[in-house]
């Protein structure tokens, strides 16, 4: 058995590492660390943590997750797919309790890449990728009507329908200066790749409203604009490494929300690295990638942060600005820490509406209304798993949207998969020259007596019940049965099951079962089942005429 292999990129990458390779990391690093603040600072205060935790979790998990992952140009962080997930818990069990879920989610992570499910997680059904995240999109939304328009509502509720209710009636509330800088803010971003594709739009929209909000409470006595100073304490200080206190209790109740945090995250990275690889030519190592991320979610909350994977924005910004290796995303994460040393402190007069702005575009981003609109276009099955995903998410929370998404998919692969069996009777005769002994090409005719079935396809619990239907419809007792498996790939026990209470069944009312075609996997499975012990060795025939003749010996 292959044992599996731990191969971060850095140190592949790193024989082959030049001068001329190192200068285009390094801008590229310094430019995702630039397009990196303003989103960290965001996801943090919309996650319901201050906004220095979301910095440190771009520097520590960023860090860990280029150092260690298996994509070479993944740049890692807060996403805005955990906002909800991570305010839902701290609502519910605090910021301990976060951290602990944080740490679970990360052994989770790491657990997933040593059993190598990597390859596993990617084929989770689009139409669940695509519901859980326009879902989310809209929820980030949702939460910053509020301070878009300066709304002035002291408890906003936590249910997605309440909080609309309440936004309606009090909207007469709105700040006319707040809604200003809010809706600036958003057509400053939605402009600025027009100008120029390098710069951010949300770094010059944060300058520019920060700037515009100063001037106006300096010069024209305009008070009303919310700063994330008015409503935190904002600290450049490194803060220590804090292990919380778990007891078992804790660990029991937390495994719901680590489990999603876990699995969103590693759809999200691996979505992400695999969109990279499209556009830098190059293969990720799955396993490899979890288990970076797992570590850099191990890591992240003991130093105050919250959880992490990569991001396909920063992570594209990255692919466009030159970055080809891991440096880049180390380099990344000091350029974040040297910002948050120096320069932190100036945060605070950032609007918390140029904020909401940037939250708005990061939503609009997130809901891939496209590929929504054209699911929908799609078997009403998929429809199905997406709307139910969809509002699931919006409607309760993303836990039980997940959950329930993958149920629901996975009771329609097994449909899918049961419908893709076939049981048939072959009357008269059979002309199939590609079963036949290579020679013998004659018609061969069904003997008095004897009925011949043919099993197209996996032989499962999906069709295990099929036989007893199209027997019913016969309704007769031939003296041989003859079952064809040349085209059935694999039997599962709950196939040997069915199989063996068909013979036994047949056994009963005096009939023979014969085989045919079977295949050398599905005959040493039903060896070690045992069940020729049913039918005897002497009734497994390698072609149909073989069997055919065995039938004319039991009928004699």
């Keep these: 058995m292959k044992t599996f292999d731990f191969k971060p990129q850095l140190f592949s990458t790193l024989k082959s590492y030049n001068k001329k390779t190192f200068m285009s990391d390094l801008m590229a690093g310094v430019i995702v660390g630039i397009v990196a603040l303003p989103l960290a600072i965001a996801f943090g205060i919309a996650s319901g943590v201050t906004p220095e935790k979301g910095i440190i979790t771009a520097i520590v998990a960023g860090f860990i997750i280029s150092l260690l992952g298996g994509s070479k140009v993944q740049i890692g962080g807060p996403t805005g797919a955990f906002i909800i997930i991570i305010y839902g818990i701290i609502q519910k069990y605090g910021l301990e309790g976060l951290t602990i879920a944080t740490i679970m989610a990360g052994v989770f992570l790491i657990l997933f890449g040593l059993l190598k499910l990597g390859t596993i997680i990617k084929y989770i059904p689009y139409p669940i990728v695509v519901g859980f995240t326009s879902g989310i999109a809209v929820t980030i939304f949702t939460t910053q009507i509020k301070d878009l328009f300066g709304l002035s509502i002291d408890s906003v509720p936590s249910d997605f329908i309440d909080k609309w209710i309440c936004y309606i009636s009090n909207f007469s509330t709105a700040d006319i200066w707040c809604s200003i800088v809010g809706i600036v803010s958003v057509v400053i971003i939605a402009i600025t790749p027009k100008f120029s594709k390098k710069i951010p739009g949300s770094l010059v929209a944060i300058i520019v409203m920060t700037i515009a909000a100063l001037l106006l409470k300096q010069y024209c006595g305009i008070t009303s604009i919310e700063t994330i100073g008015d409503r935190f304490n904002v600290s450049n200080e490194i803060p220590n490494m804090q292990v919380p206190a778990m007891t078992w209790d804790t660990i029991k109740s937390l495994v719901p929300p680590a489990l999603t945090i876990a699995v969103l995250g590693a759809i999200e990275s691996l979505l992400s690295a695999t969109v990279a690889d499209g556009v830098i030519g190059d293969h990720h190592n799955s396993n490899t990638e979890l288990i970076a991320q797992g570590v850099a979610n191990l890591a992240s909350p003991l130093f105050g942060g919250i959880p992490a994977t990569g991001a396909i924005a920063r992570t594209m910004t990255n692919i466009n600005n030159g970055g080809r290796t891991p440096i880049a995303g180390i380099i990344h994460a000091v350029v974040l820490l040297l910002i948050f040393l120096f320069f932190m402190p100036l945060a605070k007069y950032i609007p918390m509406a140029c904020l909401a702005g940037v939250l708005v575009i990061v939503s609009y981003g997130m809901c891939g209304w496209r590929s929504f609109v054209a699911l929908m276009k799609n078997p ?60 013998n090409l ?33 309704g007769d007792r031939p003296k041989v049965r003859i079952i064809r498996m040349r085209k059935v790939p694999f039997v599962d026990s709950t196939g040997i099951h069915n199989l063996s209470n068909l013979c036994i069944m047949s056994k009963n009312e005096g009939i023979q079962i014969v085989l045919s075609g079977v295949s050398e996997k599905v005959h040493l499975q039903l060896e070690k089942a045992k069940f020729y012990d049913l039918i005897g060795k002497e009734n497994i025939c390698s072609h149909i005429n073989l069997a055919l003749e065995r039938a004319k010996e039991i009928i004699k």
């Design 380 to 439: 009403k099955s998929d429809v199905t798993v997406l709307l139910i995903t969809f509002f699931l998410t919006i409607i309760f929370d993303l836990t039980v949207a997940i959950e329930v998404g993958l149920i629901i998919a996975c009771l329609l692969f097994m449909k899918r998969m049961s419908e893709t069996t076939d049981v048939k009777v072959i009357m008269d005769e059979i002309n199939e020259e590609s079963d036949i002994v290579k020679g």
């Design 442 to 474: 004659e018609h061969l005719t069904i003997p008095q007596g004897v009925e011949v079935y043919e099993i197209n396809g996996p032989y499962f619990f999906g069709a295990g019940n099929k036989f007893e239907e199209i027997m019913a419809a016969f």
